[in-house]
């Protein structure tokens, strides 16, 4: 649900330093969850271990439309 990547996404909001996201179990991601990735790239956050198939999303979506 839309509301639970929300809030998983305020988790990051105030945590210091370096961050990492470890995205080795994921296969798949809808519209709102590469929206809340490319937020959190753009917050300082690293994602890292991302499947082919997940890092062509993120780079589709910051590409436009």
Partial sequence: KVEDIED???LFEHL???TALDL???RSADRAVVEVF???IA???A???A???VDLLLKAASNGP
């Fill in 8 to 10: 998983f996404a305020r």
């Fill in 38 to 40: 490319r937020d959190l």
């Fill in 47 to 49: 994602l890292r271990g």
């Fill in 16 to 18: 210091d330093g370096e």
């Fill in 51 to 53: 499947s082919p198939y």
């Fill in 24 to 26: 080795r179990e994921l």
């Fill in 43 to 45: 917050s300082g956050v």
